[in-house]
């Protein structure tokens, strides 16, 4: 057993030593407009001998440590000086504008105004020297071409329309108070405050902005949390941040946290035809069971299973709903048929992802530019798909035929002899199986 496990701690230090070596960085501090950035931010009261910007080969922008750093460590620290928040909008040549407008604007509106305004300025702005290093775009679904949208997975097609028709609302109803602005543009205000200026400016404050609770402000309406923290934005996300395609632009492969999101009408579409379905689905809705269900390449989550459970009741058994809600196991033919519901469900799930990344492939070979870009981030994101239900649905292939050796072996042996066995899906941690007690000395 030694042996064996010095040779696989050597194993995994070679695997480490093999990624480190095939992750390449290029420092950016010696380009003009990180130089003019940096002294931008001294001047307003901030200093940095840790982090240098570089571009990663394989995260692209980030920030590089410049020595060890120790646990506990302050590793950066930005002043508020160096923040763009509301108060930086109100206190600018903007601010008599939105102070005196009726109806107030959101603190996120106003951020992305001032963006757009800075933005059309140039070098004249306060700001150039972080707005020059900011994306010219984004990656994110609310840049996404109609084509693109079409082959992301369900729930993030559903968010992605939502981030456009967001984008969309704040510039149709501000038509009014941006046409007040005319007396600070050098050019007509539909011309600089379009809707895809908008947009980069929305998506801009969406990707890079820390959350900073603060007073709410008698000119704005709404939460004030939004800040924009020059340098401190270029820190790279963990794998286990998840939604990062959606808020972010961007995905982490082999990210051991990835989840499937599974939307209520694939439910709907599996099960229909069920007596009572409709009536259980509202039940789900009505207890917030039909939010984050989700499928790891473990299995199912336990939200999702617990809403399996129910959804696989017989009708007759009404009075069992609110104990299966609570992850009680009701009786051993409803688990099977939960579990067999969800290798369905992945089957499904799977089935849909292929269909997606053959359409991907068909399309870049017919598409170049922007929309490229894009397609290449979502079959990114499809493949990790595809990795988490091709696992999903081995470990469900394995616990049904599990379930189906247990029930078996229950006919040919006594009570007494029937030892208490944890499924092995992580989903149904609290459904226990029943195995012979010779069975589980033999595994």
Not at 40 to 62: C, E, K, M, N, Y
Not at 64 to 93: F, K, N
Not at 296 to 314: D, F, H, K, N, Q
Not at 383 to 393: F, G, P
Request: proline share 5%.
């Amino acid at each position: 057993m030694k042996g064996r496990s010095g040779r696989a701690g050597r194993t995994v230090r070679k695997r480490k030593r093999k990624r480190e070596q095939s992750v390449r960085s290029v420092s950016l501090s010696h380009q003009p407009q990180y130089i003019r950035l940096m002294r931008f931010l001294h001047r307003r009261g901030f200093s940095s001998t840790l982090l240098q910007p570089v571009l990663f080969s394989d995260t692209g922008r980030g920030l590089q440590t410049l020595q060890t750093i120790m646990p506990g460590e302050l590793v950066v620290s930005l002043p508020e000086s160096c923040l763009l928040t509301t108060s930086t909008v109100l206190s600018s040549y903007l601010g008599e504008y939105i102070k005196s407008w009726k109806p107030l604007l959101s603190p996120l509106s106003a951020l992305c105004v001032f963006l757009v305004c800075e933005r059309q300025r140039g070098e004249a702005s306060d700001w150039f020297p972080y707005i020059n290093v900011l994306p010219s775009s984004y990656a994110c679904p609310a840049y996404f071409s109609d084509e693109v949208v079409d082959v992301l997975p369900a729930g993030v097609r559903r968010r992605g329309l939502e981030q456009r028709e967001a984008v969309r609302e704040m510039h149709s109803s501000n038509q009014e108070f941006f046409r007040t602005l005319q007396p600070v543009l050098s050019r007509p205000t539909e011309d600089v405050l379009t809707y895809e200026a908008l947009r980069w400016a929305w998506c801009s404050v969406n990707t890079r902005s820390v959350f900073m609770s603060r007073p709410s402000s008698c000119f704005l309406s709404g939460p004030d949390t939004y800040a924009l923290a020059p340098f401190l934005d270029l820190l790279n996300h963990r794998p286990d941040v998840q939604r990062l395609l959606l808020e972010y632009g961007f995905v982490a492969m082999n990210n051991p946290h990835s989840v499937v999101y599974v939307e209520p009408d694939l439910l709907c579409d599996i099960l229909r035809g069920e007596k009572s379905l409709d009536q259980k689905m509202k039940f789900l809705r009505e207890n917030h069971f039909l939010e984050n269900l989700t499928v790891s390449s473990e299995g199912p989550s336990w939200r999702l299973m617990v809403a399996l459970r129910l959804l696989s009741l017989p009708q007759t058994l009404y009075h069992l709903w609110r104990s299966a809600l609570l992850g009680q196991v009701v009786d051993e033919k409803t688990e099977v048929r939960s579990s067999q519901t969800a290798r369905t469900l992945c089957q499904q799930l799977l089935k849909d992802t292929h269909i997606a990344l053959d359409k991907i492939s068909q399309l870049l070979g017919q598409c170049g530019g922007p929309v490229r870009e894009q397609l290449e981030v979502v079959r990114e994101l499809r493949q990790e798909e595809r990795r988490i239900l091709e696992s999903c649905v081995t470990a469900l292939k394995d616990s049904v035929t599990l379930e189906k050796e247990t029930s078996s072996c229950k006919a040919n042996v006594g009570a007494d002899e029937l030892t208490p066995y944890r499924s092995s899906v992580h989903t149904a941690a609290v459904s226990y199986f029943f195995l012979p007690t010779k069975l589980l000395k033999r595994h």
